[in-house]
């Protein structure tokens, strides 16, 4: 039987998270459930840091992140530079 819970978090944090639910096809709701899920299933730890969560994160993602940058260009250094003068 589900229950509606009220919950409190940093507007940033809800723009993140509602982001990535919808990137993993979820709602926000159905992702908050997985996380609970996650740490009720594998039982007490030292602190909340032991809690397995990145496990849940890897299961989950499509692969090891990467980063492709484009080469930058001398007009975008140029202005780099010059706005942090």
Known sequence: MDAKVTLS???A???GAKEYAASEGLSLS???ELLLQKVIATGRHQNIEHIPIED????VAEGPATYNAKPI???QKAAFYKSHK
């Not at 849940?56 to 299961?59: E, K, L, Q």
């Open 9 to 11: 978090f940093n507007s």
């Open 13 to 15: 944090i809800i723009e």
């Open 73 to 75: 260009g001398k007009k």
């Open 56 to 59: 849940w994160v890897n299961m």
């Open 30 to 32: 159905r992702l908050v």
